[in-house]
């Protein structure tokens, strides 16, 4: 091969330099995860195996770190939101419903809760909040059967009974168990279909 066909070799410190980039983001989400609603940049450091430089060199705005933790969940995601549930009649679709968002909220509760608490200093905290409602909302429209979404006020009761902020409540303030949760959700999703 001559040397002009050659492929040019990969710049080490570039791809060294994202690979850190990345164990930053995946560091600051597991500390999340994990109960640190607001980790410090040693913990960061210290959990992507990183120098407290490189944390700061990487992402000099939360704006930035926030994007890059919401596109890596929004990865981890996507299947189950895009998950087709199998045909069923309305209660066994309802109760499906409400498992699949039980299993979603537990998976992001702790970065939503964190999220929520720098949401007031970020717009795009925000504006992921808002697509995350809005992608929920149109999978429950999609999902139910006509009768039940011709009807705007019913459809908003359903969307609020099912919501990330009730469950919450259930879980964080009523101290309840996943299995609890999902029973009190299922019974108000009940009475709003009769």
């Given at each position: 091969?001559?040397?002009?066909?050659?492929?040019?070799?990969?710049?080490?410190?570039?791809?060294?330099?994202?690979?850190?980039?990345?164990?930053?983001?995946?560091?600051?989400?597991?500390?999340?995860?994990?109960?640190?609603?607001?980790?410090?940049?040693?913990?960061?450091?210290?959990?992507?195996?990183?120098?407290?430089?490189?944390?700061?060199?990487?992402?000099?705005?939360?704006?930035?770190?926030?994007?890059?933790?919401?596109?890596?969940?929004?990865?981890?995601?996507a299947p189950l939101l895009a998950e087709q549930l199998p045909p069923a009649d309305a209660p066994d679709?309802?109760?499906?419903?409400?498992?699949?968002?039980?299993?979603?909220?537990?998976?992001?509760?702790?970065?939503?809760?964190?999220?929520?608490?720098?949401?007031?200093?970020?717009?795009?905290?925000r504006e992921d909040r808002h697509w995350m409602n809005e992608s929920l909302r149109a999978i429950l429209?999609?999902?139910?059967?006509?009768?039940?979404?011709?009807?705007?006020?019913?459809?908003?009761?359903?969307?609020?009974?099912?919501?990330?902020?009730?469950?919450?409540?259930?879980?964080?303030?009523?101290?309840?168990?996943?299995?609890?949760?999902?029973?009190?959700?299922?019974?108000?999703?009940?009475?709003?279909a009769k």
């Amino acid at each position: 091969m001559s040397p002009s066909k050659e492929k040019p070799k990969p710049d080490g410190r570039r791809l060294r330099s994202e690979a850190s980039r990345q164990r930053i983001v995946e560091a600051m989400r597991d500390l999340v995860r994990e109960g640190q609603v607001a980790p410090r940049a040693e913990d960061v450091a210290a959990r992507a195996n990183v120098g407290l430089r490189s944390v700061f060199r990487h992402f000099d705005d939360m704006e930035t770190l926030y994007r890059e933790i919401a596109a890596l969940m929004r990865t981890e995601l996507a299947p189950l939101l895009a998950e087709q549930l199998p045909p069923a009649d309305a209660p066994d679709l309802l109760e499906q419903l409400v498992a699949r968002r039980a299993k979603l909220f537990e998976k992001i509760m702790p970065l939503r809760l964190a999220a929520d608490v720098h949401s007031h200093t970020s717009p795009f905290l925000r504006e992921d909040r808002h697509w995350m409602n809005e992608s929920l909302r149109a999978i429950l429209r999609a999902s139910l059967p006509a009768a039940l979404t011709k009807d705007r006020t019913l459809l908003d009761a359903f969307d609020a009974a099912m919501s990330f902020e009730f469950w919450r409540r259930l879980r964080e303030d009523q101290n309840l168990s996943v299995a609890q949760a999902r029973r009190v959700v299922e019974r108000v999703i009940e009475a709003l279909a009769k």
